[in-house]
């Protein structure tokens, strides 16, 4: 296509209504004989959080480089807010918290983010600035050198790096690798905050239990391709909720019963419901059971843990293999 016509498909493609952060759809890369990237496609919706997850050598890092124009493909499309990955315009509203990354060690975590700042062109203010830093923990450390930096804090200077020059979508390869305890759950908190601003989070991490808590939806990778993806319950299949109940009467076991599946041993009751994750199912039971006049001793939610299903998954792609 010539100039004029790429600019009419660029015309069309930024016209149309909420186009999803990431689009991408058959991404292949070979490292001389090594395949990273084998056929891979998703999208990510606007104020999405998706998790990208598998194990070392998986290809994600790839991916995630592949979707911002850092590595080309030998096969694949990407759209990044709607362009494509190389345009400028998209690459300006990205986040993006590389895995590995160093800053010039002369520079203040201040200046680290000024520079940001002017090479996205976003129109931040200092006081904004500064409150980023806050944000990330790192108030107190604003006119220190970064290369006197703890491990820890480079990744929260990342961080701030990333979330500065107010993103649409951000990506974030391993933000919590080398965070405390504290730090992972500001995280945690920060990312729900993007979320509720709308903003897309591509989040890449081998610590399970953060993404399961934060991300709408999971692609996991294995040896370049994508082995499952789905939202949690999708994945994660059925729930089940295990209750202590007693003056259980015929009422209220039918109430259960209607409620899904249901078993008892004793006074423990385990109802599985459907996977659809509706929120009022569980407080709309307990409500009947005290109505007929059960006494609830405890309710709990379980199903498998997403680290559970992710083994289950590999390990399955592993015999495929080697039968
Ligand atoms: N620049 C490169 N040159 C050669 N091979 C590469 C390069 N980058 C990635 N690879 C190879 O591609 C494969 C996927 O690597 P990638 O970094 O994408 O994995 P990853 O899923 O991010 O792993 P990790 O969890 O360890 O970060 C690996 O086999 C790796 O050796
Ligand atoms: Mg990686």
Same mark, same amino acid.
């Given at each position: 296509?010539?100039?004029? =016509?790429?600019? &009419?498909?660029?015309?069309?493609?930024?016209?149309? !209504?909420?186009?999803?952060? %990431?689009?991408?759809?058959?991404?292949?890369?070979? @490292?001389?004989?090594?395949?990273?990237?084998? $056929?891979?496609?998703?999208?990510?919706?606007?104020?999405?959080?998706?998790?990208?997850?598998? !194990?070392?050598?998986?290809?994600?890092?790839?991916?995630?480089?592949?979707?911002?124009?850092?590595?080309?493909?030998?096969?694949?499309?990407?759209?990044?807010? $709607?362009? /494509?990955?190389?345009?400028?315009?998209?690459?300006?509203?990205?986040? @993006?918290?590389?895995?590995?990354?160093?800053?010039? /060690?002369?520079?203040?975590?201040?200046?680290?983010?000024?520079?940001?700042?002017?090479?996205?062109?976003?129109?931040? !203010?200092? &006081?904004?600035?500064?409150?980023?830093? =806050?944000?990330?923990?790192?108030?107190?450390?604003?006119?220190?050198?970064?290369?006197?930096?703890?491990?820890?804090?480079?990744?929260?200077?990342?961080? &701030?790096?990333?979330?500065? =020059?107010?993103?649409?979508?951000?990506?974030?390869?391993? /933000?919590?690798?080398?965070?405390?305890?504290? $730090?992972?759950?500001?995280?945690?908190?920060?990312?729900?905050?993007?979320?509720?601003?709308?903003?897309?989070?591509?989040?890449?991490?081998?610590?399970?239990?953060? %993404?399961?808590?934060?991300?709408d939806r999971v692609v996991i990778?294995?040896?370049?391709?994508v082995?499952a993806s789905g939202t949690l319950p999708e994945l994660l299949g059925?729930?089940?909720?295990?209750?202590?109940?007693?003056?259980?009467? !015929?009422?209220?076991?039918?109430?259960?019963?209607?409620?899904?599946?249901?078993?008892?041993?004793?006074?423990?009751?385990?109802?599985?419901?459907?996977?659809?994750?509706? =929120?009022?199912?569980?407080?709309?039971?307990?409500?009947?059971?005290?109505?007929?006049?059960?006494?609830?001793?405890?309710?709990?939610?379980?199903?498998?843990?997403?680290?559970?299903r992710?083994?289950?998954?590999?390990?399955?792609?592993?015999?495929?293999?080697?039968?």
């Open positions: 296509m010539t100039g004029p =016509a790429l600019d &009419a498909v660029d015309r069309v493609l930024a016209e149309l !209504p909420e186009t999803p952060a %990431v689009w991408c759809s058959g991404l292949r890369k070979r @490292y001389r004989r090594q395949t990273a990237v084998d $056929g891979v496609s998703f999208t990510v919706g606007r104020g999405e959080v998706l998790g990208l997850l598998g !194990p070392n050598g998986a290809g994600k890092t790839s991916v995630i480089k592949i979707l911002l124009g850092l590595v080309r493909p030998d096969a694949g499309e990407v759209l990044l807010l $709607g362009r /494509p990955a190389r345009d400028p315009r998209s690459r300006a509203r990205v986040g @993006y918290l590389p895995e590995l990354f160093r800053y010039q /060690p002369w520079l203040t975590a201040t200046e680290v983010l000024d520079l940001h700042v002017r090479l996205s062109g976003a129109a931040v !203010p200092a &006081a904004e600035r500064r409150e980023c830093l =806050a944000l990330v923990g790192l108030a107190d450390r604003a006119r220190d050198r970064v290369g006197g930096f703890s491990k820890g804090m480079q990744q929260r200077l990342g961080l &701030a790096v990333a979330l500065v =020059a107010r993103p649409e979508f951000v990506v974030l390869d391993e /933000p919590t690798s080398a965070l405390d305890p504290l $730090g992972r759950a500001d995280v945690r908190d920060l990312l729900l905050s993007l979320k509720d601003r709308n903003v897309a989070v591509l989040l890449n991490s081998h610590l399970i239990g953060e %993404v399961e808590r934060v991300c990778l294995d040896k370049g391709r082995a059925r729930r089940e909720l295990r209750l202590r109940l007693d003056g259980v009467g !015929p009422d209220a076991e039918a109430r259960l019963a209607a409620a899904g599946a249901l078993t008892r041993s004793g006074d423990a009751f385990t109802v599985t419901l459907p996977a659809e994750d509706d =929120a009022a199912i569980v407080p709309a039971l307990v409500a009947d059971l005290v109505r007929l006049g059960v006494r609830v001793h405890a309710v709990e939610p379980g199903r498998i843990s997403l680290e559970e992710l083994l289950d998954i590999l390990r399955a792609g592993d015999t495929e293999e080697h039968p």
